[in-house]
T-cell receptor, first 109, second 114 residues
Framework: DAKTTQPNSMESNEEEPVHLPCNHSTISGTDYIHWYRQLPSQGPEYVIHGLTSNVNNRMASLAIAEDRKSSTLILHRATLRDAAVYYCILIGNFNKFYFGSGTKLNVKP | KAGVTQTPRYLIKTRGQQVTLSCSPISGHRSVSWYQQTPGQGLQFLFEYFSETQRNKGNFPGRFSGRQFSNSRSEMNVSTLELGDSALYLC?????????????FGQGTRLTVV
């Protein structure tokens, strides 16, 4: 399974943008990059996904490097409700997700 | 529309027993995946079913098994429970078994083995 590397934790101030990095140097040409987050005591929640181009949705933006070996999840204005563990996942075949350890995001008021 | 429903939410079993967990996917979704989450190992993939067929399996012993019914509902069974099986078991459903689609997770079943 293709692996991802994320910082263990990050901290942000409320109302400020947050950039969560992910390295995936072994990504293959057909792997999609997905981001999920998990709030305490809940199942993971889909955030965004992409293949090659940058993607935007109502929750976040995903910036993908030109060589696809890294990506960045951007939360434009962090809120206290965004405090969660964020997982960067590569999806190759079917729906086999390899979660990794994720980044725990703390948001300070 | 209703989300992914997992039952029961909490379960306490004794070592050596077996347990069956249930997952009802979102209506119209045909892919169901199962995951085990523990503090030490994080989220680990168990298996995935699509249209009643197991498409992929993680690195778990044969005591862990599952199935999917024609209505896409899925069950996961763990036989001869061990203390180390205590975990949060999550299921996720997707429209298709496709890397381009998003997965929706249930709240999980918290299994405690004593």
């Amino acid at each position: 399974d293709a692996k991802t590397t994320q910082p263990n934790s990050m901290e942000s101030n409320e109302e400020e943008p947050v950039h969560l990095p992910c390295n995936h140097s072994t990504i293959s040409g057909t792997d999609y990059i997905h981001w999920y987050r998990q709030l305490p005591s809940q199942g993971p929640e889909y955030v965004i996904h992409g293949l090659t181009s940058n993607v935007n949705n109502r929750m976040a933006s995903l910036a993908i490097a030109e060589d696809r070996k890294s990506s960045t999840l951007i939360l434009h204005r962090a809120t206290l409700r965004d405090a969660a563990v964020y997982y960067c996942i590569l999806i190759g075949n079917f729906n086999k997700f390899y979660f990794g350890s994720g980044t725990k995001l703390n948001v300070k008021p | 529309k209703a989300g992914v429903t997992q039952t029961p939410r909490y379960l306490i079993k004794t070592r050596g027993q077996q347990v069956t967990l249930s997952c009802s996917p979102i209506s119209g979704h045909r892919s169901v995946s199962w995951y085990q989450q523990t503090p030490g190992q994080g989220l680990q993939f168990l298996f995935e079913y699509f249209s009643e067929t197991q498409r992929n399996k993680g690195n778990f012993p044969g005591r862990f098994s599952g199935r999917q019914f024609s209505n896409s509902r899925s069950e996961m069974n763990v036989s001869t429970l061990e203390l180390g099986d205590s975990a949060l078991y999550l299921c996720a459903s997707s429209l298709a078994s496709d890397r381009r689609t998003e997965a929706f997770f249930g709240q999980g079943t918290r299994l405690t083995v004593v």
